[in-house]
Nanobody, 128 residues
């Protein structure tokens, strides 16, 4: 099985930036799908961004498109989420996720139920 550990969350002012990291360990394979979801207070977990195994295909939620960038370093088994121009509505627990599917269906990559492994989450708070 796979373990995922997120880091990099914290308190930031509106307009600021944070970079989240997620390190995978355990029974991992190089060709997978990794992504980020988030859950704000009283809200359901929602899609943020995903990337395929080589970073050639990435998808973003409309709410973060142009502000967030997902990337990965397969040598370190790490996926990153660079978050710029943060807004108060970005406040949430951010969860890293992974599915060991070398050829994912693009129509399913935004779905929570598509992913088998999840991290414990890291809190991001955007407030002045």
């Amino acid at each position: 099985q796979v373990q995922l550990v997120e880091s990099g969350g914290g308190l930031v002012q509106p307009g600021g930036s944070l970079r989240l990291s997620c390190v995978a360990s355990g029974r991992t394979y190089p060709m997978d799908v990794m992504g980020w979801f988030r859950q704000g207070p009283g809200k359901e977990r929602e899609f943020v961004a995903v990337t395929n195994w080589n970073g050639a295909h990435t998808y973003y939620a409309d709410s973060v498109n142009g502000r967030f960038t997902i990337s990965r370093d397969n040598a370190r088994k790490t996926v990153y989420l660079q978050m710029n121009n943060l807004k108060p509505e970005d406040t949430a627990v951010y969860y890293c996720t992974l599915d060991q599917n070398p050829y994912p269906d693009p129509s399913r990559m935004r779905a929570t139920g598509e992913y088998e492994y999840w991290g414990q989450g890291t809190q991001v708070t955007v407030s002045s």
